[in-house]
């Protein structure tokens, strides 16, 4: 099994995170964006939205997308598992990691931010404006959900990590790069967040504790 992966990409953030809760550690390969190499030829090959992570299987099958990705996993080696027992508990956590995933991490991607300024021309604290709003908006109404709703314990679902925390964590990484987005207003998702950071899976999947971390 081989991941196609970058330190600081939140997507592939996910995929360490499950994959160090399964106890499967793959070959790694680094492609880094910052340096274009998601663009490269051999990379478009296998991956022609040029995006990570991407994660080749043993059987010879390249999976892309982080949460397509994490449902295989789930499927393939369902111990410990990630998602409840029960359907309505499985439709939770898929509800909160698609409100990460999809609603908030998509609209602080760096290629959307580097459009921002590279092609629409506009300047730094805009860009800046702009990736608090989303973040903002969407960290909300988690927050809100999640305070209020009795499914949630020590973690977003119960006492046991799932798909929700997996996507949580690494989305407020994102958020704490920058320096005006204020995680104070948020007190149940730091709470959770610090759950998972005391889960040795998570703390070794983290951007600083990768090999290709700068």
Known sequence: ?????YFRSSAAYRVRIALNLKGVAPERVFVHLRR????ADDYLALNPQGLVPALATDDGVTLTQSLAILEWLEETRPQPALLPSDAAGRARVRSLALAIACDIHPLNNLRV????TGTLGITEAQKNGWYKYWIDIGLE????????ERSTGRFCHGNSPTLADICLVPQLANARRLDAIALSPYPTLTRIEAACQAVPAFAAAAPANQPDAE
């Open 36 to 39: 274009g190499a998601q663009r």
């Open 113 to 116: 931010l580097n459009y921002l």
């Open 141 to 148: 109404a988690l927050e809100t959900r999640l305070a209020r």
């Open 1 to 5: 099994m081989k991941l196609y992966d």
